[in-house]
């Protein structure tokens, strides 16, 4: 059986970096939609666009490990030109693999706890 992993990614809009981050932000999502093991990836921003958090959904940890191998060919560089991670958390139990990746990032790990999943 599967086991899913998430997480939530608060980003700082960088100063004049909006338009940019915009139109990189629906690059990555035409080409997250393609990673068959993703069953969610949302982008939400705050109203002043000084904020950005997104909310990942994969399958197990090989859908996350497609995922990120495909962010950093793809899209890191510009990423994080147009932003500033602020804080990374990653929900349930992901392979040393994914825990490695996300390791740059500061990500903070949550293990299963209780609660249900529709």
Do not use: I
């Not at 909006?18 to 080409?31: G, K």
């Not at 068959?36 to 939400?44: D, K, M, P, S, V």
């Not at 909310?55 to 147009?82: I, P, Q, T």
Request: glycine content about 10%; some cysteine.
């Amino acid at each position: 059986m599967p086991h899913p992993v998430s997480w939530n990614l608060r980003l700082a809009v960088r100063d004049g970096q909006l338009e940019n981050f915009r139109s990189l932000m629906h690059e990555m999502v035409e080409s997250t939609r393609q990673e068959a093991g993703t069953l969610g990836y949302e982008w939400f921003v705050s109203e002043d666009g000084s904020t950005c958090h997104l909310h990942e959904r994969y399958v197990d940890s090989a859908a996350a490990m497609v995922h990120l191998g495909n962010f950093g060919s793809k899209f890191a560089e510009r990423f994080l030109a147009c932003v500033a991670p602020t804080e990374f958390t990653v929900y349930g139990d992901p392979s040393s693999d994914v825990r490695q990746v996300v390791a740059g990032f500061g990500a903070l790990h949550l293990g299963p706890f209780g609660g249900f999943s529709r």
